[in-house]
């Protein structure tokens, strides 16, 4: 029985072959749909835009905040930035949505409808990322030459509010690229760096007393000490056996057991006794 050819298209962003298959009527569906969503929310955001730049704000006074206190708080200028990255992260999302549309829809005909979750939660992904940078970069570092936040209020110019933008609107955009880069800060920020570690010295032979400042010297401790008999009388009160071995690391103030000479005739060594 003959079998349709697995098809393969290289994925613009990612360089990757990938495996797809001939839409189906429901996949062409699918697709329809996810435009008519990301193109109502590339509406939504626009006007949302020119509604925070004529200071109105109307979705939030749908909300109830109407009060001349809360009027006030809405013309702040870290609120008026923060909803210029939001909305600017949320319209770099939905473009980047139609983009991925019209390339695996419009040119090669391969949507596949189990996609249609992504296109649904991209614009809000991209305002969640865009003020996570926002976040970040107003935390120390200027963007695109102009300072994202200033002392007072009626600094806050064209130029600053433009930089707020384009930074949600990259962020939103490029949500794979922002994710890679969030990653890069966390590992950072959050890094373990491994302990100090010390090579155990060797302890054999040694009087118990100097093998106990050898390990301090090394910053390691004295642990177990245990007795082992033995027939000459020089090995008393010497090192017999050590646990761990000789060069082995271990991590500062860790503890090396040892094994000491002992009389047959039960007499202890005087560090034991």
């Not at 435009?35 to 109105?56: P, S």
């Not at 609120?79 to 991925?100: C, D, H, K, M, P």
């Not at 000459?232 to 000479?261: F, I």
Request: net charge neutral; proline share 5%; glycine share 10%.
């Amino acid at each position: 029985m003959d079998t349709q050819p697995e098809l393969f298209m290289r994925d613009p962003r990612t360089g990757q072959l990938v495996p797809v298959e001939r839409e189906s009527r429901a996949d062409r569906i699918a697709a329809l749909f996810s435009m008519a969503y990301l193109l109502g929310m590339m509406a939504f955001f626009f006007w949302a835009l020119f509604d925070v730049w004529i200071g109105r704000f109307t979705p939030l006074r749908w909300l109830g905040y109407n009060t001349p206190t809360d009027l006030e708080r809405l013309n702040e200028p870290i609120l008026i930035l923060l909803a210029y990255a939001f909305l600017g992260g949320g319209l770099g999302g939905t473009v980047n949505g139609i983009r991925s549309l019209l390339t695996w829809h419009g040119e090669w005909a391969v949507f596949e409808r189990r996609y249609v979750w992504k296109y649904i939660t991209w614009p809000w992904l991209g305002t969640a990322l865009a003020l996570i940078v926002f976040a970040l970069v107003r935390s120390g570092v200027a963007v695109l030459g102009g300072d994202l936040v200033t002392e007072r209020p009626e600094e806050i110019n064209l130029r600053q509010t433009l930089s707020t933008l384009v930074v949600g609107i990259l962020s939103g955009y490029g949500a794979r690229e922002v994710f890679i880069w969030l990653d890069a800060q966390v590992s950072r920020f959050f890094r373990t760096e491994p302990g100090e570690q010390r090579e155990v010295p060797d302890l054999l032979g040694l009087p118990l007393a100097e093998a106990e400042a050898r390990l301090a010297k090394e910053k390691l401790s004295l642990g177990e000490v245990l007795e082992q008999d033995c027939e000459r009388p020089e090995d008393v009160g010497r090192v017999l056996a050590q646990s761990p071995h000789p060069k082995k690391k271990l991590a500062v103030g860790s503890a090396v057991s040892v094994t000491v000479g002992a009389r047959i005739d039960g007499e202890r060594s005087p560090r034991l006794r």
